[in-house]
């Protein structure tokens, strides 16, 4: 079946600008989770839903970052006014309760 | 509160050598431990993981971990190198208490590990 797939795999913003990523998760997955990886860096959290319920967003670096899962599957990760600090990596994970978190791809952002 | 140290950010070993990546953990629960390969590009692919069953794990690609609870480590070796294992790969912690975010993962920094010919 198919895995965690993210879009875009790659954006530019010019800082300042609204970005969107999104993340669709292996179907039939309950849990969501976001990372940010910097360059040369582990990834590190930033939130979590089950389902549609965001559970935990403790590791959301400022009010500039907001996801959602309205519906329980796709989930969107928004970041407003980017700045240069914000150009990572975005993971997506996905995975039963408890189960081991399949990752997507990524996507890489890049703020100007 | 979890974390990891990765010790070595680079490992560089010749094609069938022995490949050793330590990982350290903290964790004031019985920690869950994954070793996870990031190949350029690409999303973390789950290498194996330590869940409190047998002490000695054996993964994927012919990697296996021993969890050392007197030491709090979890390191990463392979009898013999391969070309294709040149990666990154991470080392990560998550605790056992039921459901949630408390299954999020709290990664090391990473190695680097190169093979020579």
């Given at each position: 079946g198919a895995g965690v797939s993210q879009s875009p795999r790659y954006k530019v913003a010019k800082r300042g600008q609204d970005v969107a990523l999104r993340c669709d998760p292996i179907s039939g997955h309950v849990s969501l989770f976001w990372y940010q990886q910097a360059l040369g860096q582990g990834p590190e959290f930033l939130t979590y839903f089950q389902n549609e319920a965001q559970?935990?967003?403790?590791?959301?670096?400022?009010?500039r970052f907001f996801a959602e899962r309205p519906e329980g599957s796709v989930s969107t990760l928004k970041i407003q006014?980017?700045?240069?600090?914000?150009s990572a990596v975005y993971l997506c994970a996905s995975t039963i309760v408890s189960g081991t978190q399949y990752f997507g791809p990524g996507t890489r952002l890049t703020v100007l | 509160a979890q974390s990891v140290t990765q010790l070595g950010s680079h490992v560089s070993v010749s094609e069938g050598a022995l490949v050793l990546l330590r990982c350290n953990y903290s964790s004031s629960v019985p920690p869950y431990l994954f070793w996870y390969v990031q190949y350029p590009n690409q999303g973390l692919q789950l290498l194996l993981k330590y869940?409190?069953?047998?002490?000695l794990v054996k993964g994927i690609n012919g990697f296996e971990a021993e969890f050392k609870k007197s030491e709090t480590s979890f390191h990463l070796t392979k009898p013999s190198a391969h070309m294709s294992d040149a990666a990154e790969y991470f080392c990560a912690v998550s605790d056992q208490n039921s459901g949630g975010s408390n299954y999020k993962l709290t990664f090391g920094k990473g190695t680097l590990l190169t093979v020579n010919p």
């Open positions: 559970l935990d967003k403790s590791g959301l670096p400022s009010d006014r980017t700045q240069q600090e914000d | 869940t409190s069953a047998a002490t």
